[in-house]
Each structure stands twice: as C-alpha cells, then as structure tokens.
C-alpha cells in the first residue's frame, strides 16, 4: 500500500443499494481501508451518462480509481475483479483460502452469485424486459425471484452438503463467498424478496452480519438511502 490515506487514495463510484457494490465496500471494511465513494444514482440513470461512461462504458458500478501513485490509474471495474486486486495489494485479513482447492471452491460459490445470480436482476435487464420484452411489474417480479431463488437455492445444496462449509462458506472465517452472499441476501431486502428453504445461507447471513464489516456496508446505512 503507498503511504498516500486510503480515503485519499482509493475513490469508489458507488450508490447506496447496489449489490456489487455493496461487496466491494464489505472487502475494504474487512481490509481496514476506506475508500471516498462518488455517487452514482442508477435510479437516475446515471450509469448510462457520457461522464460515466468514460468510467465504464459497461454503465455499471462499482467502479474503482486507484490514485496510489499520484496519477489516477485506470479505474478498475468488476465487482470480484476489484476483491481480487483488494486481496494483492492488501493481503490481511485474507478473504481466499491458502489451498488452490480451497481457493477455487470459494472462487466458484462466489460467481454462482456474482457472475449468474446478480447480473439478471439489474436495472439494464429490467429496462430491456419492461420495454423490448413487454414485461409489467408481475413478470418483472416473477423473473427476480426466479433468478434469486434459482442462484440461493443452488448455493444452499452445496452449502449444506459440502465439508467445507463451516461457520461461514469456506471455514470459520468471511470470504469472498460470504460477500457475495451477503451480497444478495441484502438487495432481497431492498425488493422485498423471500426465498424459502434456505437456512444454511441465512445461518451463514446472520454470521457475517455479527460482524461490523458487514452491517457498516448494510445498503439502509448509505448516503441516500430511504429513511425509512
Ligand atoms: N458483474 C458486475 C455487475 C455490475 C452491475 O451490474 N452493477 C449494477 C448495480 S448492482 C449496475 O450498476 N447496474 C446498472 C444497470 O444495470 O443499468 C460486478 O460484479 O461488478
């Protein structure tokens, strides 16, 4: 790390209820490290402006400009690509294993989540299916809790029944399944969403909330969000 302050260091285009971000703004709170966030309202459509999409021309947050030596770098994008960079260049606490099958099984409960659960339900996916695809509010929610309960259910069986799991995905420690679990598990509650039959994910849900990591990045505890 350069001797530059984090907050100076590190700026993360972020908004309040975004579930990527949400595990980007877990892995630095873990880190001990504190990103300046840059609000980025996709409820606005702000992802989709020229400025943003110089950022990332995805249109999608989170995205990470690393300032650490003195020029901005180019920014980072993709929420488990930026976890991995956090891991190198910050490597304690660890949030991979120390074995390559260790690794690999966190790596892959991760993307279950990250890379087939998640990119279905954004709001890119919502604005073709609403407009192109013709779907209103009942289908749109029909397919989020399709997908949600698709991707947990699937993530259940093996959490269950792999010898692995302990008191969170992989052992007793978080990972970076845990951040991509919790990272679900907290839009579920922004859509108001409930997936039954899964009570190893919420027992592991309710370890990583005990943790303060992980309830200071609780998308209710943003800037911006609702009070409600
Ligand atoms: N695979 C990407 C997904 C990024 C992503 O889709 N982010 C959402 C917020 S959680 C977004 O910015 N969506 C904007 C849109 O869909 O228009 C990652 O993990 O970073």
Request: glycine content about 6%; hydrophobic content about 40%.
């Amino acid at each position: 790390m350069s001797d530059m302050s984090d907050t100076t260091r590190f700026e993360l285009f972020s908004y309040w209820r975004t579930s990527a971000t949400y595990r980007v703004r877990v892995a630095f709170n873990l880190k001990g490290l504190t990103p300046q966030e840059r609000n980025v309202d996709i409820d606005a459509g702000e992802q989709r402006s020229p400025e943003f999409l110089k950022i990332n021309p995805m249109g999608a947050i989170p995205a990470l400009i690393d300032h650490g030596d003195g020029q901005p770098a180019t920014p980072l994008t993709q929420s488990l690509a930026i976890l991995e960079f956090l891991e190198e260049t910050a490597p304690e606490p660890a949030l991979l294993p120390a074995d390559a099958h260790g690794r690999a099984r966190v790596r892959s409960l991760s993307q279950m989540l990250a890379a087939d659960t998640h990119p279905l339900i954004t709001p890119r996916i919502k604005k073709y299916l609403t407009t192109e695809g013709k779907f209103d509010d009942a289908a749109w929610r029909a397919w989020q809790i399709h997908w949600f309960s698709t991707g947990l259910q699937a993530l259940e069986q093996r959490l269950a029944n792999e010898p692995d799991t302990g008191k969170f995905c992989h052992g007793d420690t978080p990972t970076m399944a845990d951040i991509c679990l919790a990272s679900i598990v907290v839009v579920m509650r922004v859509f108001k969403i409930d997936v039954t039959g899964i009570p190893t994910v919420m027992r592991i849900m309710d370890a990583c909330e005990a943790l303060e990591a992980f309830g200071k990045a609780d998308p209710r505890r943003q800037v911006g969000a609702p009070q409600t």
